[in-house]
Structures are given as C-alpha cells and as structure tokens.
C-alpha cells in the first residue's frame, strides 16, 4: 500500500538557518504530494502541493519539489523565522486531493530566537 | 480561506456510552468529508471517507458498525463512536474537500477520552 516516510523530531534550529525535511513515499502510479503544517492548538493547514513530477510548490518561503525518480519531496526554507516552530506533515492522495490522504508521521519543528 | 470546525472539541465518556462528534464545512459545501484518527506521536490514518447523500467508505480495519458516519448534507458530517471503550480514546480528526480547488481542509480535532 501507499507509505509517506519523514523525518523524525523534533528538529530544532536557530533563526535564520536552512531548513530542510525530508519526504520519500511510496506509492503505484502518480500521486499528488502535499504538505501540511499545525500550528500548536489548530487545525492542520496546507502548505503546499505538487500535482505532477517536477512540479515545484511553494509558499510562505517554503518550497519542495515533486520528485518522481526519488520519490521524494523535500520541504525547504532558506531563512526560518520562530513562527514557523510547528509540526510538518508530508502526504500523498492519489486523486489529487479528492481521495483520503496518506500522512507521514509529522516532524516537529523548533526555532530558536 | 475555507473554515471547517469541529464540535465538541473534547469529550469525556463512560465505557459502553456513544459519542457524537460533529464536522462542518462553514464556508463551502463540501460533497465529500474525510474522517481520521491520530494516535499520540502517530500520523493521521484514514478511517472512512463521507459522500452526501450515500454510504461512507471505511478503510480496511475500521469497524463500520462501531464508526457510524452520517453525511445528511453538503456542509455536516458526523462521526458516532458506539459503545466506546478506553481503546476508543484518540483525536478524532476530519476534513472537508472543497471541490473547486481539490484540496482537503481540516477541522481542529476532537480529543475524546473514554474512561
């Protein structure tokens, strides 16, 4: 069956540094790939998305791009600020959002000041 | 942006008891509604999908007849955990696809404790 697989946390930086989480799945066909993220006390949100290989997602200044010959889509920022301290969820829906989707397990993100 | 809730948003209940958790799309009609279940430090796992105006879909493993999900319109699901028991305890999450843009938007959870 369908498996997202990320990185374990809690991953912790300082303001400004690199950020980069990994994401490889594993499913039949071309699945569309996502990423959520939940702030502490909400709901999950969406990030970003990629519908296709080579796609590129992006927002907030976050990006990853859809790579099929990997499997891979890694969630990267070049600059993190501390309100981006919250967990990450790689996810993969083969109906493009319109079936149930897969999760990884969440990365916990933590910037320090 | 599209707002989903969830009511309640936590629930205490005695084993044997049944508890009714409510998910609303408040700003779209959603014909499809999603519901999860995550364990402490697990991911999210699919527990059934919710079609308005037709049966749900369970996934493999998720007990249909414990589970009742109801779609009676196009902005409210509901999910009723039956005769719970402390195995039962877990958030209890659900989405809604808005079907313009085919994305999923996620209420905040319910957290339900069965004593």
């Known amino acids: 069956g369908d498996s997202v697989t990320q990185m374990e946390g809690p991953v912790t930086l300082s303001e400004e540094a690199f950020l980069t989480i990994n994401c490889t799945y594993t499913?039949?066909?071309?699945?569309?790939l996502f990423w959520y993220v939940q702030y502490p006390g909400e709901g999950l949100q969406l990030l970003l998305k990629?519908?296709?290989?080579?796609d590129k997602g992006s927002n907030k200044g976050f990006e990853a791009t859809y790579r099929k010959e990997t499997t891979s889509f890694h969630l990267e920022k070049g600059s993190v600020q501390v309100s981006d301290s919250a967990v990450y969820f790689c996810a993969l829906s083969r109906g493009g959002g319109a079936d149930g989707l897969t999760f990884g397990k969440g990365t916990h993100l933590i910037i320090q000041p | 942006g599209a707002v989903v809730s969830q009511h309640p948003s936590r629930v205490i209940c005695k084993s044997g008891t049944s508890v009714k958790i409510e998910c609303r799309s408040l700003d779209f009609q959603a014909t499809t509604m999603f519901w999860y279940r995550q364990f402490p430090k697990q991911s999210l796992m699919l527990m059934a999908t919710s079609n308005e105006g037709s049966k749900a879909t369970y996934e493999q493993g998720v007990e249909k007849d414990k589970f009742l999900i109801n779609h009676a319109s196009l902005t409210l699901s509901t999910l009723t955990v039956t005769s719970a028991h402390p195995e039962d305890s877990s958030f209890y999450i659900c989405s809604a696809r808005r079907p313009q843009e085919d994305t999923q938007y996620f209420g905040p959870g319910t957290r339900l404790t069965v004593l």
């Open positions: 499913a039949t066909g071309y699945p569309s």
């Open positions: 990629a519908t296709k290989a080579d």
